[in-house]
């Protein structure tokens, strides 16, 4: 399995909109590097759902449940979009000042590439954050 970090402005995409439709297509994304991420996805990986803008916080956890396919929102095929089912919120957010005042977190692409909006993170940095967040990982 492996693990990753979706962004969504609430504005548009909130952690209650993602709980009150239980799975969505993750469309939308169109940066290359985010997209290929994206396409890298499995089925049963787990992503943290982050909160940006004004918020800059985890607030929950989604699980893929549907592989990479052609985005409908999108006029080219080569952006694509995954499954996400909401699995979990967290019970304590983790703001990015958080994340950033650990040092243990220091290389995540959420603090080096920060206007990223799909990136991995690796299995050590997710339990790190799951212990910050109060869930099991």
């Known amino acids: 399995m492996k693990y990753w970090l979706v962004k969504s402005e ?3 995409w909130s952690w209650d ?5 239980a799975v969505t ?3 939308g994304v169109r940066n290359y590097q985010a997209s290929n991420f994206l396409k890298a996805m499995a089925v049963g990986d787990r ?3 982050y909160h940006s803008v004004d918020q800059k916080r985890i ?3 989604v699980e893929v449940v549907k592989e990479a396919y052609s985005d409908p929102t999108a006029d080219d095929p080569r952006w694509v979009c995954p499954d996400l089912k909401a699995v979990c919120p967290v019970a304590s957010p983790v703001t ?3 994340i950033k005042a650990d ?3 220091a290389e995540l692409p959420l603090i080096r590439q920060s206007r990223l909006s799909v990136m991995p993170i690796d299995s050590e940095s997710w339990a790190i954050i799951c212990g910050m967040a ?4």
């Open 59 to 61: 607030v929950g956890i």
């Open 134 to 137: 109060g869930v099991v990982p």
């Open 103 to 105: 040092p243990r977190l």
């Open 25 to 27: 297509a993750w469309t």
């Open 17 to 21: 909109d993602q709980v009150r439709d």
């Open 96 to 98: 990015l000042a958080q």
């Open 47 to 49: 992503c943290f759902f």
């Open 10 to 12: 609430p504005g548009a």
